[in-house]
């Protein structure tokens, strides 16, 4: 069974740095590009970051680019966020996901983890 | 700050069919794959539909997708009380080299 278990969220004040974790098992993590999803405090999904299997090709959306870096170690199953400048409208929750099929970062997600909070408040 | 425009909320009775629009542009979803994603209250999002209209196995056939020219739409038929979710269309957008979501769809059971 495929799972995947994110880490590192918390209360951080604006300005600051975290460094988000996503545990991944039950498949060849180094076969599929991982992404990053957030969803602010009742708000919709955002697409964040995805990077592929090799970290070949890395794309950010334009509000955290600059800010956020995606990176993964393959072998320690892993991908991670490591998010600086942090702004309040960064708040939310943090989804790591699979790719669902092998190679690049296009394509559907699945599946998805259950999420850490990060909430960016004085 | 949502590429792709769905109808914020939809709703039926059990056992109607309700369907959820999603409107985008030529270098989203007239150039790419739609994906639909379920999200029930309190949990994950879930994968729905890929490539406009494929289900992964264990999603019911009650689910459908489709796509035309720059618009796609999620169907469900025979609308049970477990639907009650939100639902997100998705593509890849070649402009903004990146995956886009819709705006999200509140379905309500009657």
């Known amino acids: 069974e495929v799972q995947l278990v994110e880490s590192g969220g918390g209360l951080v004040q604006p300005g600051r740095s975290l460094r988000l974790s996503c545990a991944a098992s039950?498949?060849?993590?180094?076969?599929?590009?991982m992404h990053w999803v957030r969803q602010a405090p009742g708000k919709g999904l955002e697409w964040v970051s995805g990077i592929s299997w090799n970290s070949g090709s890395i794309g950010y959306a334009d509000s955290v680019k600059g800010r956020f870096t995606i990176s993964r170690d393959n072998a320690k199953n892993s991908l991670y966020l490591q998010m600086n400048s942090l702004r309040a409208e960064d708040t939310a929750l943090y989804y790591c996901?699979?790719?669902?099929?092998?190679?690049?970062?296009?394509?559907?997600?699945?599946?998805w983890g259950q999420g850490t909070l990060v909430t960016v408040s004085s | 700050q949502s590429v792709l425009t769905q109808p914020p909320s939809a709703s039926g009775t059990p056992g109607q069919r309700v369907t959820i629009s999603c409107s985008g542009s030529s270098s989203n979803i007239g150039s790419n794959y739609v994906y639909w994603y379920q999200q029930l209250p309190g949990t994950a999002p879930k994968l729905l539909i890929y490539r406009n209209n494929q289900r992964p196995s264990g999603v019911p056939d009650r689910f459908s997708g489709s796509k035309s020219g720059t618009s796609a739409s999620l169907a469900i038929s025979g609308l049970r009380s477990e639907d009650e979710a939100d639902y997100y269309c998705?593509?890849?957008?070649?402009?903004?080299?990146?995956?886009?979501f819709g705006t999200g769809t509140k379905v309500t059971v009657l």
């Open positions: 998705a593509a890849w957008d070649d402009s903004l080299s990146g995956h886009v």
């Open positions: 996901a699979k790719l669902g099929l092998p190679g690049g970062l296009v394509g559907w997600f699945d599946p």
């Open positions: 039950g498949f060849t993590f180094d076969d599929y590009a």
